[in-house]
């Protein structure tokens, strides 16, 4: 079983719609929670970044961290055509070296 | 004024070749990393580097070298490549302490 799940999708959606990304995880000494935005052919680039449980908002996207269940998501509202790309979650537990454990990745297309 | 760059963008080549991938930053980060995204998108840390140190060194076949001239260098090199090296190679790169990387924009290596 790897440390961390994804729902691997494919995922497709209409232009507007909300859209829910998750992750499950098995270490529970994990303490950061990052997602990352992939577009084709491109290097991965953060997109959102959260420190233990809790959510977090940043314009059309929230990260939400529950602890309790080892689950995370990521949420995208009003989604638009650029946000078509692959969503990678990735966790790192505290003091590691710098050492991030990925997920592999839901691809995402917004239909316009 | 590009952050994390690689080189060559894409390599095509024959097995039993040997071949070398470089990267470099000019973020001023410490830290540099090698990754490999086969083609489900899972995206696996190979090596890690602090300050030309390594770091992590994850269960990687010894054909696999990374070399850090200096801290914002860190080139990878391949001996006799085989058919399973196919993949997309990130370098990244990250403030020391630092929970976000800056990734490169890979390098597509297809092994015949």
């Known amino acids: 079983q790897k440390e961390v799940e994804q729902d691997p999708g494919p995922l497709s959606v209409p232009e507007g719609a909300i859209v829910s990304l998750n992750c499950t995880y098995s270490?529970?000494?994990?303490?950061?929670f990052m997602w990352y935005r992939q577009y084709s052919r491109k290097g991965p680039e953060l997109l959102m970044y959260t420190y233990s449980s809790g959510n977090k908002e940043d314009g059309r996207f929230t990260a939400q961290v529950d602890k309790s269940s080892k689950y995370i998501s990521l949420f995208i509202r009003d989604s638009q055509p650029s946000d078509s790309a692959t969503y990678l979650c990735a966790m790192k537990t505290r003091g590691s070296a710098r050492q991030l454990t990925f997920g592999s990745g839901t691809q995402l297309t917004v239909l316009p | 004024d590009t952050a994390v760059s690689q080189t060559p963008k894409y390599l095509v080549t024959q097995m039993g070749n040997d071949k070398s991938i470089k990267c470099e930053q000019n973020l001023g980060h410490d830290t540099m990393y090698w990754y490999k995204q086969d083609s489900k998108k899972f995206l696996k840390i190979m090596f890690s580097y602090n300050n030309k140190e390594l770091i992590i060194n994850e269960t990687v076949p010894n054909r696999f070298s990374p070399k850090s001239p200096d801290k914002a260098h860190l080139n990878l090199h391949i001996n006799s490549l085989e058919l399973g090296d196919s993949a997309v190679y990130f370098c990244?790169?990250?403030?020391?302490?630092?929970?976000?990387?800056?990734f490169g924009p890979g390098t597509r290596l297809t092994v015949l």
């Open positions: 270490n529970s000494a994990f303490q950061y």
């Open positions: 990244a790169s990250s403030q020391p302490g630092g929970n976000e990387q800056f």
